[in-house]
């Protein structure tokens, strides 16, 4: 694992004597659907501490954190605040009861300034005047020494200014009670580690800290009680300093006594299936990386570094500069000329639902969206076989709903993954690029989705885009770490000490 | 030369008018991240409401109230089915200028080649002496005058109250309003009824200024070439002037010579300003500018639990 | 305190709800409508259903008034299913029935059985072009096509106007604006006795074509794919720029055989009193039949039957013809607002405190 680059400056500190909870859940209920999100929730704040709330993608962390926010309606059950019952119908009311949250995807508007973005809503007169909006704001960055120019427009900013933005805003608010959603999956070790600082900071003066995270080693680190939530309902409390190993913590995270970890036995490498050199442009620099069959190939970074266009120009949804990319021995252009539907180049990308299926489709048609060639009989389709195919394809992978007529959407993340996976490695492809193939999926489907890429390399060579950095070490043969458009180097997993390499090279830290 | 110039100018600056208003109309909704394509239908309501004050009680002023109001309410009618009930923004608004010439056309029968009351061209004090500028700008009516006005407050609107920065964050990405305590929801029905009200100005300018009669079809598709030249705008108010006087320019030329008698049949002339508003799209596209259109444009907000 | 919450299975049969709840609503309204002017509103709106399914005669009436319908929208419904905003079927029909006019005047005396599919050919190159336009500057310049193909709507029009009173004018029309009246060799001739021409006819085998193609071939798969976004297309490998290309010449070419059939088979000649709004009146028969080619062919008749009697009314009453781009309009509106209740649906709120 990589080291954070933080220790807390005292142990976990005490509840003094007396002390009530700022705020308090009580029985808090939340159902999206027949999907029920938060069960019975009851959870208390102190002020002047770091809770941390731990669990998996999906266990209701977010959700629970956007009814205190205001932003949902709780079915059922209770907020209080300083002992008192309170309603929130909109965020407004929140904001004013104090509470201040950054979300998980920053809410900020691209196309304005920091200095409107922090005050929107709390401009305090009819009336505005942008240049003093910014004195405003620039003041208060100089006062908590946070180094920002308020004139400057979101869109123009890295992800880690991004957050300092949303952390003005809770500034600027007082807010008493903050909540942060998985904070530093954006950030570089380094940026984390200064967040944390300033977390802590906070919390001397007073602030009550709310900290969302499925990553063990952050919330052993910081906070000064944990609560453990799985499948909408807290498993438990506990104090971080009475846990005696992480193994211990995970496995009452996820509900199994495993901390997930694969075999990886190593596979005879084959032909070069993806060659790039010394590609530059589309915001990369100067980058050189194969893959060869029989090798998982790890690209991780910090997100917004240049794995989006990296993929997209080795996928084929924009066009490199000639010369550069080379996939299965062909030039780009030539390959994407002729590239056939199997035996070829398969991309399972991020966004499941918006690019890699058909949202409003049934499986059948969502089989087809990239094997329809080999469905082709002239003009016509054979949409018997599809259908067919569909069917042995849903038994194999075990995708529910079982039936072939259920429609995209209406499938869990996972399933809906191991869909594209089913449809992906139907056809035998011979290079594939698996991008955050496990982002927000269960343990389970996590670990199916893990098996079936070391199996593919078999076949055929993968780069897996990813930001979690224990994906890369455990599925990876070499980890290509990328920072502002650059390869800063490839590491081999097989060394020792490459874990803690990884990090100061995704800060752009070359020594 | 100046004989055929400054009358010509004059008079591009009185057709570009109705232009001017529903061309702020539709960009102070699509700043909200509302496309209506009802402009069209709109404005001929408001044209006919705008008449039909003016015809019975005899006061333009209640007439140009009145055509605001229908098309606010018409605004209304598409933030209802848009906001609200999350329809689909292209096609309401479709419906919406079917709805709206099928109504003007049904509803201004008895009033056909009638005249009401209207606003009067009246020399603007001091400033008309101006000469040139004066004899183009400074010799139309009071709704002239206040469309130089409009731009400013518009600009003046979103850079420098509170409120339209909070229009704006709703266009651009509703939930950051919502993070931030605004009701999205609210200002986008503002930004569309605030809208409708301006889009209603211009066409109530149709029947009240433009001409003092009552014909059918009096909005002739202006309404088609605001919704385009907000994009040509930029989403800009003053851009948006230079856009709409380039209209009326053309109208205004395209009338004089067929005034003047030339030997190009008039359908031919009449096309002028429909293939114009082709042309100001592809040099609009051309200079690729397409990030100044509002983030969230023509997607709903999905409601949160 | 009611709460909206999410459906988890489409309704079945909410569309078909939806559709008759807009229908009766706007007919209510309508009919508000025409008692505030001063009729009685129970009577015409017994004339509306006397002159739309009343009579034999009614309904021939409707069904002739439906073929064009239902063309126009096939090719507005394909474009609308890419996500192809084509508001231009109006322009493509009058481009089409230019088309088709002129090879109806250029070559008067060629027998019906070259003249025809020559007039069909014309009018598909004529309605496809015009709307070939816009999707390729839409595609290379990224100009909005809604504004675009609009616009082309006025130019056709104006363009038509020329023809008619200056170009193809008829020296023998006494100063009206028309052409010459088409050789027998140019018009569709009826089917049997009835009033009915075989223009039906090739819309059945146009609406079935349609119907396969999307459903059974690899192009209509690709064209179904699409409809969900361009980066999907993009993702899958589907040349996602040819076939906009593709469906809006398709869009227009459709349009274009409207506008040749309704030319040849009911006027005979080209005059400006061809232009009655198919064109948008198709915008909202497609939206009100989903898209769906089968579902077009109802919904076609349906608002050709609205059409139908709404100028029944209009004699009757002397209630402008208007009255029907208002009940489209509103149907329009009603189901849109409806088509919440298709994804979302209303429930109390458990609890509460």
Known sequence: ?511 | MWDFLIPLFAATVQSGTPVLYATLGEMMTEKGGVLNLGVEGMMSIAALAAFWTSFTTGSPWLGFMAGGIAGMVFGGLHAFVCVTCLGNQVVSGLALTIFGVGLTHFLGVPYVGLAAPGFNPFDFPVLSQIPVLGEIFFKHDMLVYFSFVLPVLFWFFFRRTSFGLHVAATGEMPAAAAAAGLKPVVLRYFAVLAGGFMIGLGGAYLSLAYTHLWTNGLSGGRGWIAVALVIFAFWRPGRAVAGAYLFGGVMAFQLRLQAVGTNLPSSLLLMLPYLLTILVLILSAWRGRRIDAPAALGTNIEPEG | MLKIRKRDEPWKWGALVVFLGALLFSLLVGGLILAGHGKDALHALDLLWQGSFGNAWALEGALLKAIPLFLCSLGVAVAFRMQIWNIGAEGQFALGAIGATWMALTFPDLPRYVLLPLMFIMAFVFGGVWAFIPALLKLKLRVNEIISTLMLNYIAILLLDFLVFDAWKDPASFGFPMTPEFTPGAVIPSIGNSGIHWGLFFCVVVGFGLWGFMRFTRLGFELKASGEGARVAKYAKIRYGMLVLFVMTLSGGFAGWAGCIETSAVLGRLQGSLMVGYGYTAIVVAWLARLEPLNIAFASFLLAALRVGVENMQLELQIPAAFGSILEGMILLTVLAGQFFLTYTLERRQGGE
């Open chain 1, 1 to 511: 694992m990589t080291e954070l680059h933080f220790t807390r400056p005292v142990p976990v500190r005490a509840v003094p004597e007396g002390t009530r909870p700022v705020v308090s859940l009580k029985g808090i209920t939340k159902r999206f659907g027949k999907v029920l999100a938060n069960d019975s929730i009851s959870l208390d704040v102190y002020p002047g501490r770091i809770k941390a709330l731990l669990g998996e993608n999906g266990a209701g962390k977010s959700t629970m954190m956007s009814m205190l926010a205001g932003r949902y309606k709780p079915d059922e059950g209770t907020i209080e605040i300083d002992g008192q019952s309170v309603r929130f119908t909109s965020s407004k009311d929140a904001i004013a009861a104090g509470i201040g949250m950054v979300y998980q995807n920053f809410m900020l508007v691209d196309s304005m300034t920091v200095a409107e973005n922090v005050l929107l809503g709390q401009e305090g007169s009819l009336f505005i005047n942008p240049a003093e909006m910014e004195k405003r704001v620039g003041e208060l960055a100089r006062r908590y020494s946070l180094d920002i120019d308020p004139g400057a427009r979101i869109a123009d900013l890295s992800m880690g200014e991004r957050q300092l933005v949303e952390i003005l805003k809770l500034l600027y608010r007082e807010s008493r009670i903050l909540i942060f959603d998985e904070p530093t999956a954006v950030l570089t070790p380094e940026e984390t580690g200064n967040l944390f600082k300033a977390l802590w900071n906070m919390t001397e003066q007073g602030k009550s800290i709310i900290f969302i995270s499925h990553k063990l080693e952050e919330v052993i680190a910081l906070a000064d009680e944990i609560a453990i939530l799985r499948r909408g309902r807290i498993e438990g409390e506990l104090d971080p300093s009475l846990i005696e190993s992480k193994a211990e913590l995970a496995s009452r995270m996820v509900g199994k006594e495993v901390l997930l970890e694969v075999n990886r036995e190593p596979v005879e490498t084959g032909r070069t299936v993806l060659e790039i050199k010394s590609l530059t442009g589309l915001g990369l620099v100067d980058v050189d990386l194969t893959v060869k069959r029989g090798e998982i190939v790890a690209l991780v970074g910090v997100a917004g570094n240049g794995q989006k266009p990296l993929v997209e120009a080795v996928t084929g949804l924009t066009r490199p500069p000639v010369d550069t990319v080379f996939i299965m021995g062909h030039p780009w252009r030539k390959f994407f000329a002729e590239s056939t539907w199997n035996r070829s180049m398969c991309y399972i990308p991020e966004d499941r639902l918006g690019l890699a299926t058909l949202r409003n489709q049934n499986l059948v048609d969502n089989l087809l969206l990239t094997t329809r060639k080999g469905f082709a009989k002239g003009l016509w389709l054979d949409k018997k076989r599809a259908a067919r195919d569909t069917r042995e394809l849903i038994e194999k992978f075990d995708i529910r709903p079982g039936r072939i007529h259920a429609l995209a959407w209406q499938l869990s993340g996972g399933n809906l993954q191991k869909t594209v996976l089913a449809r992906e490695l139907y056809r035998q492809p011979r290079f594939i690029v698996a991008e955050q193939p496990t982002q927000g999926l269960d343990v389970s489907a996590t670990e199916e989705v893990w098996n079936r890429l070391l199996e593919a390399r078999s076949m055929a060579g993968v780069l897996l885009v990813t930001g979690d950095l224990n994906e890369a070490l455990q599925l990876a043969d070499r980890i290509a770490v990328i920072y502002r458009g650059q390869i800063l180097g490839v590491l081999d997993t097989a060394d020792a000490d490459t874990p803690s390499k990884i990090g100061p090279l995704m800060a752009g830290v070359i020594d």
